[in-house]
C-alpha cells in the first residue's frame, strides 16, 4: 500500500502505475502485505492494479497455532534475554492475552507478553547488592576527601586515606567477582514462568489474574466482614456480591459474560449505591474505581448515543461514549448505573448485548470488552411495599414475609422491564428497610468517619450514648432511610466542631468529649 500513490503528482505517474506493465507480463512475482482497511483505501481503487493481485486473507492465529509460534521464536528470545522460557509460560501468555488483552490480535500480544516478562524476569536478576552499592559511595567519598587533603597540602591525612581507598577498592573487587559469579549462577537458573506471565498481563490490564497468595484468599473469604463494616443489614445483597467476585477471582465465571450483573431494588437510603462504592474500595483500594452513570440523564432517547458516542458527522464524533470509553481504560471496574428505571427504553436494548455477550461496540467502531467488570443497576421500584412490609415486627424473624415481599416487587419490576432484559440479569436483591437498631450501628460509623479525619490533627472525640440517642432519634425518618441522619450528625456535630477547631479552642493531642 506504500507504493499505490507514491510520487503522484499533476500530470506524473505514480510508482503502482509504473508496477502494472512488469506485473502484467510476469516479469517479478510479487508478495504484498497490508491491512483490510488499506486494501480498501488504496488497493481497491485501482481495479487494474486489483486484477493483477490474487488477495489472501489472513486469520488470526487460534490460541493453539499461536502456542506453536511462541516455541518456534522461543530460542531468539531465550538468547536475547539470557533466560529459559518454559511450555507453561508459553500456553499461559497465549491463553491470557486472548482472555485479557484487547483490541490487539494474537499471535503479537502473546509475542509482547513473552517478551517483556522475560526482560522482568532478567532485571530481577541485575539488582546490585546494597553493600556493594555502599562501598562504592564510601570509595567515592574518600577520593574526595584525599582531593581536599592535598590541595591543603596535608599529606599525611592523604597518604592514610589513599591507604584506606586501596584496601577499600580490593575489597570491593572481591564481591564484585563474587556478585558477577552469583549473578551468572541466577541467570542460568532463570526461568520465565507463568506466575511472571500473568504479573505482566495484571500490569498491562489491571485485572488480577496471577495465582491467589494466601493473604489475598483470606480477604475474599472474610469479604462480607470487610463490607459489613461500611454497609449495615442487607445480609442477601453482601453474600451474593462477595460469591460473585469470588468466582471470578477462582476462574469459575462465564469467561464471555461480565463477572457479575444485579440489580439493586430497595427504598432510598437503605445503601444501594454505598454496597457498589464499599465493593470498588475492597477490589481496587478507591472508591474512585466505580464507574458512576446517572440514568437520569439518559432519559431522552438522543441521549443514548452519549454511553458509547455520537455517530459520525455528530458533534463529540472524536470524545467516544461516557460509558465505552470509561471501560476501555479500566477494563477491570465496577460499574453503577444509578436510578435505572429513569432511563429511556432503548438503553435496555442497548444492555441486552453487554449483559449476555460481555462486549459493546462504540461509535468509531471499537469493540470495548465488560467480561472483567461488576454490573450494578439499582433502582426504587416497588420500594412502597417493601418499606411498609420490612416495617413490621416479626418481618426479621419471618422468611415466608421477606419471600412474599419479593414477589410483590418482583411482580413490578416485571411490569417496568422487558422479559429479554431481566432474563439476562445474574440476580435481582431487594434491599429492606432500615430499622432503629440499624440506625444506631450507622450513627457510629458516621462518627468513624468524623474521627478519621480528625486523626491526622491527633484529635480524638468520644460521644456519650446519650447523644447517640438524641442523634438516632432526630435523623431516623423511615421513608428517607439514612441520609436524613447524615444531615443530623453534620448539623449536631461536624458543624459545632469545624467552628471550636477554627477558634482554637482544641489543639493537637486533645480528647473531645460530646
Not at 433502582?379 to 412502597?384: D, F, L, M, Q, Y
Not at 417496568?416 to 437498631?437: G, H, Y
Amino acid at each position: 500500500h506504500t507504493l499505490v500513490g507514491a510520487g503522484a503528482a499533476e500530470g506524473a505517474i505514480d510508482a503502482g502505475n509504473i508496477l502494472k506493465p512488469a506485473l502484467a507480463r510476469g516479469d517479478f512475482q510479487t508478495i504484498g502485505a497490508t491491512t483490510l482497511d488499506e486494501y480498501r483505501k488504496y488497493i481497491e481503487k485501482d481495479s487494474a492494479l486489483e486484477r493483477r493481485f490474487q488477495p489472501v486473507i489472513v486469520d488470526e492465529p487460534t490460541v493453539e497455532e499461536t502456542i506453536e509460534i511462541l516455541k518456534g521464536l522461543r530460542p531468539k528470545y531465550e538468547e536475547h534475554h539470557q533466560v529459559t522460557i518454559s511450555d507453561e509460560a508459553i500456553e499461559a501468555a497465549a491463553r491470557l492475552s486472548a482472555r485479557y488483552i484487547s483490541g490487539r490480535f494474537l499471535p503479537d500480544k502473546a509475542i509482547d507478553t513473552i517478551d517483556e516478562a522475560s526482560a522482568m524476569v532478567r532485571l530481577s536478576n541485575l539488582i546490585i547488592p546494597p553493600d556493594l552499592r555502599n562501598m562504592e559511595e564510601e570509595i567515592a567519598q574518600l577520593r574526595v576527601e584525599k582531593e581536599e587533603a592535598i590541595a591543603k597540602q596535608d599529606f599525611e591525612t592523604a597518604q592514610k586515606l589513599h591507604v584506606r581507598d586501596l584496601e577499600l577498592s580490593a575489597k570491593l573487587d572481591e564481591i564484585k567477582k563474587e556478585w558477577e559469579k552469583k549473578k551468572s549462577e541466577a541467570q542460568a537458573k532463570s526461568v520465565v514462568n507463568p506466575e511472571a506471565v500473568a504479573k505482566v498481563i495484571s500490569k498491562w490490564t489491571g485485572i488480577p489474574v496471577s495465582e491467589l497468595t494466601e493473604e489475598e484468599a483470606d480477604k475474599l473469604l472474610r469479604m462480607e466482614e470487610f463490607i459489613h463494616k461500611r454497609v449495615i443489614n442487607q445480609e442477601e445483597a453482601v453474600k451474593a456480591v462477595s460469591q460473585a467476585v469470588r468466582n471470578s477471582r477462582a476462574g469459575l465465571s462465564d469467561p464471555n459474560r461480565p463477572i457479575s450483573s444485579f440489580i439493586f431494588l430497595g427504598p432510598t437510603g437503605v445503601g444501594k449505591t454505598q454496597l457498589a462504592r464499599t465493593l470498588a474500595q475492597f477490589l481496587f483500594g478507591s472508591e474512585d474505581a466505580i464507574v458512576r452513570i446517572d440514568m437520569s440523564e439518559y432519559m431522552e432517547r438522543f441521549s443514548i448515543s452519549r454511553l458509547i458516542g455520537a455517530p459520525p458527522g455528530y458533534v463529540g464524533y472524536e470524545e467516544g461514549g461516557q460509558l465505552t470509553e470509561a471501560v476501555r481504560r479500566k477494563p477491570y471496574s465496577v460499574i453503577l448505573l444509578d436510578e435505572i428505571e429513569k432511563a429511556h427504553n432503548d438503553v435496555f436494548n442497548l444492555l441486552l448485548q453487554v449483559l449476555d455477550e460481555g462486549h459493546l461496540t462504540d461509535s468509531q467502531g471499537r469493540t470495548v470488552d465488560f467480561r472483567n467488570t461488576i454490573i450494578i443497576m439499582t433502582s426504587n421500584i416497588g420500594a412502597e411495599k417493601i418499606k411498609k412490609i420490612s416495617e413490621r415486627p416479626d418481618f426479621a424473624e419471618n422468611d415466608a414475609i421477606y419471600n412474599q415481599m419479593k414477589q410483590e416487587v418482583m411482580d413490578e419490576v416485571e411490569k417496568r422491564f422487558r422479559p429479554e432484559f431481566l432474563n439476562r440479569i445474574d440476580d435481582i436483591i431487594v434491599f429492606t428497610a432500615l430499622r432503629t437498631e440499624h440506625i444506631r450501628e450507622i450513627v457510629n460509623l458516621f462518627l468513624n468517619e468524623i474521627e478519621e479525619r480528625l486523626s491526622d490533627r491527633k484529635i480524638s472525640v468520644n460521644v456519650t450514648d446519650d447523644v447517640k440517642d438524641f442523634l438516632v432519634k432526630e435523623g431516623y425518618d423511615p421513608t428517607y432511610g439514612a441520609r436524613p441522619l447524615k444531615r443530623t450528625v453534620d448539623r449536631y456535630i461536624s458543624q459545632p466542631l469545624a467552628n471550636l477547631l477554627i477558634k482554637g479552642e482544641f489543639k493537637e493531642g486533645d480528647n473531645i468529649k460530646v
